[in-house]
């Protein structure tokens, strides 16, 4: 078995143009909230179910470092509160498990929901989740600085 370690799939978020590693998150974890429609026939005698959709989100927590760059912007849509348009990034979820010169990655936009801050003493904290702002798209990242920021293609 050629088990997957979970920091050989990075996060990368659009910041101005450019897609920064999502570092000094304690949780990034992908929650896919499908949506059934279940039903039972008249002539069975057990109910079906079946996948009709999907609410995904992405449950999220890091210890906030003020000279990151997605850690400013996360902090600047929770402090200013804002809405719609202006709450919403692009996250590029890239699996670097086999070394390649492009590797496959999974982009969407995601509004951020913002839930929490400063629940730990030990070092500032931000939490909550990004949920789907659109569909998901099938790309390749290349990184160039050892995973430090990707470039899309």
């Not at 450019?18 to 570092?23: A, E, I, L, Q, S």
């Amino acid at each position: 078995m050629a088990m997957v370690k979970r920091c050989e799939k990075l996060a990368f978020m659009n910041v101005n143009g450019k897609y920064h590693r999502m570092t000094n998150f304690t949780e990034i974890a992908v929650e896919k909230n499908p949506k059934e429609y279940s039903r039972q026939y008249v002539d069975e005698e057990f109910e079906r179910s079946s996948v009709v959709g999907y609410s995904t989100a992405i449950s999220y927590s890091f210890d906030y470092d003020n000279e990151n760059e997605v850690h400013a912007l996360i902090k600047k849509i929770t402090d200013q509160e804002l809405l719609a348009d202006e709450a919403v990034v692009e996250i590029v979820m890239v699996d670097v498990k086999e070394p390649e010169s492009k590797n496959k990655a999974i982009s969407r936009s995601w509004s951020v929901i913002p839930e929490a801050e400063g629940n730990s003493t030990d070092a500032y904290t931000y939490s909550g989740s990004f949920r789907a702002n659109g569909p998901a798209a099938e790309i390749e990242a290349v990184s160039t600085d050892g995973w430090k920021t990707i470039t899309v293609e």
